[in-house]
């Protein structure tokens, strides 16, 4: 058993006090002490944390200075301070921590409670650390502690997440007395009303927020053809001329860059949508890229309400005063990754000569595509289409022709090539082939005269860093006064981890479905994306019952945007339990 996972019935709490004697003493355990609570013991001793200590933090660490003016801080505070009005604060408490558990806000009265840190490495054992550790709501009752000032207290936890990504930003606890029958912690209600409160105004902040960098984006883009990216460090917006003067490495190295300098000069590695917050340069900056990128970049803060949520930059090519911007990449030649330029130079050089080339690769890899341009005006058959003449005679004569899907090629029409190269082995014959069920004899034979000069076309999942390049490339041109599609972070990362089984075929079928049926601005969300690209593929083959279940969640989870607290409500199960089926779905 996992700290996640706490038994249905605890020990009495006699039976944890004397369980926790012995394991200060250093003496064997008896049966039946839950193994969450012992190896929570077992931590503590680890970190060196001392039991018998009142106030652990000045015993052992500075407790590093809370961000006060964090995003998190910011919308939690007016939630709290609300529901606070209404605690009985003389026997409860009521703590809001961010993520490395600092205490960022306090109400009411539970003595022998510090109000710094909450980390396991200064007070042992608690319920916020289990519930940042688990991901869910966590109760911890008087022995379970660590330290010998809170056997005395109850408490229980729920963890804060960010309304888009799910990534934990803190915690909302409730301390009392012990409780008498240890759980579930009267507490329990208030504590989930409160994390679900922050989140819906962390929600509500972050579109708001999300809008004027939008609008700032719209601005700075307005001329047609400018060289410009929005960021906050959680989306990012880039104009088409943006993305064709630099690579995804470009922007990231752009990114890093433009949230150091919001940040200030004594900030570290910006980290997550709070990278943007505090104090930062209100003035326009200049910030030079790695070499290889070849331009330098002009970062703007973004504000709102006096706060910094994000950044503009302008592009500008080194040594020049705008930014010519490139052509658009055309779809056959998009993407950057190591296997597709070796594949794509190799078809190139092999191209070169009027000789018969044979490209392979799954369907929907580019074959067609990129045939087309390596031999402009050449005759096209599909064999996919119905059966084609059997007279290739027109090769003959110079003239190019690409065979489509070689593999539906019926025999007659096979063994007419087989003959013709042949006698002919030099002539000007494009062919694509798609792997699939064994190749006959005749078909077989055909292949093997090709080989020498094949190329074989890598499956979108071999090449997930191109997916932002065939974003840019596949998108349509926006009409006049648009802003061209853009993606959230955390929309890209769930299209780079997609499998693809249909390869660039299907991105480009969704891109040009959400360009057309869209009816929301900004960035497109993960929310927005098809449930299986959202959610990412089973990792591991499910039953037609679990199929069913897994898709009434997902359909739950899309109705209620997202909201896990709503859904599970919605489905009628606990949030625990609506997490642990997402846990098995994903692996």
């Not at 008896?30 to 680890?46: H, L, N, Q, T, Y």
């Not at 790695?290 to 331009?295: E, F, K, L, M, Y």
């Amino acid at each position: 058993m996992t700290t996640a996972e706490r038994p249905s019935v605890r020990p009495p709490l006699a039976a944890l006090r004397r369980a926790r004697e012995l394991f200060l003493q250093g003496r064997p355990l008896p049966d039946g002490i839950p193994e969450d609570v012992v190896a929570g013991w077992k931590r503590a001793r680890f970190f060196g944390v001392r039991h018998d200590v009142r106030d652990p933090a000045p015993d052992a660490r500075p407790p590093s200075a809370p961000p006060d003016g964090s995003p998190l801080s910011a919308a939690a505070r007016p939630v709290l301070e609300r529901i606070a009005a209404a605690l009985d604060t003389g026997q409860t408490a009521l703590l809001l921590t961010d993520e490395r558990l600092r205490v960022l806000w306090f109400t009411g009265c539970v003595p022998d409670h510090p109000r710094s840190d909450l980390s396991e490495h200064l007070v042992g054992h608690n319920s916020a650390a289990l519930a940042r550790h688990t991901g869910r709501r966590a109760e911890v009752h008087g022995p379970e502690h660590f330290l010998d000032s809170w056997q005395d207290l109850s408490a229980v936890s729920v963890p804060i997440r960010a309304p888009e990504t799910g990534q934990t930003l803190g915690t909302v606890t409730v301390t009392s007395r012990l409780c008498a029958e240890c759980a579930p912690h009267p507490g329990a209600p208030l504590a989930e009303a409160a994390a679900m409160a922050v989140e819906a105004e962390l929600l509500a902040r972050s579109r708001a927020a999300e809008r004027v960098l939008l609008d700032a984006y719209l601005r700075a883009a307005g001329e047609r053809g400018r060289a410009v990216v929005a960021l906050d460090g959680r989306n990012r917006l880039v104009s088409e001329a943006a993305g064709q003067l630099l690579s995804p490495e470009g922007l990231e190295a752009l990114e890093r860059s433009a949230l150091a300098l919001l940040r200030g000069p004594a900030a570290g590695p910006a980290d997550g949508p709070e990278a943007a917050a505090g104090p930062a340069p209100a003035a326009s900056h200049r910030v030079r890229l790695p070499d290889g990128t070849g331009c330098t970049a002009t970062v703007t803060p973004v504000s709102r309400r006096g706060s910094v949520v994000g950044a503009v930059a302008v592009l500008e090519q080194a040594g020049q005063a705008a930014v010519t911007p490139a052509a658009r990449a055309d779809v056959a030649l998009a993407g950057r990754s190591v296997p597709w330029r070796h594949a794509v130079a190799r078809a190139r050089e092999l191209a070169r000569s009027c000789e018969p080339l044979l490209l392979v690769g799954e369907r929907g890899t580019g074959k067609t595509s990129l045939a087309r341009e390596l031999v402009a005006g050449s005759l096209i058959l599909d064999a996919a289409e119905g059966r084609p003449p059997v007279d290739f005679g027109a090769l003959t004569d110079g003239h190019p022709l690409l065979i489509r899907h070689v593999e539906r090629l019926a025999q007659p029409g096979t063994a007419a090539l087989n003959s013709l190269l042949t006698s002919h082995p030099g002539v000007p014959l494009l062919v694509t082939y798609t792997p699939g069920a064994p190749p006959g004899p005749c078909l077989q034979r055909l292949l093997d005269t090709l080989a020498a000069r094949s190329v074989t076309l890598p499956a979108l999942r071999d090449r997930p860093e191109d997916i932002r390049e065939l974003l840019t490339a596949l998108a349509p041109r926006p009409s006049a006064g648009q802003p061209p599609l853009t993606w959230t972070l955390d929309a890209l990362r769930a299209l780079e981890r997609y499998p693809w089984p249909g390869n660039v075929t299907e991105l480009a079928h969704l891109v040009r479905a959400l360009a057309e049926r869209r009816r929301t601005t900004g960035p497109v969300r993960r929310t927005e994306l098809p449930d299986p690209v959202r959610e990412g593929p089973a990792p591991r083959p499910l039953s037609p019952m679990e199929h069913a279940e897994r898709a009434a969640i997902l359909e739950a989870l899309r109705r209620h945007g997202g909201n896990k607290a709503r859904t599970a409500a919605a489905l009628g199960i606990a949030r625990a339990t609506l997490y642990r089926k997402l846990r098995g779905y994903r692996g």
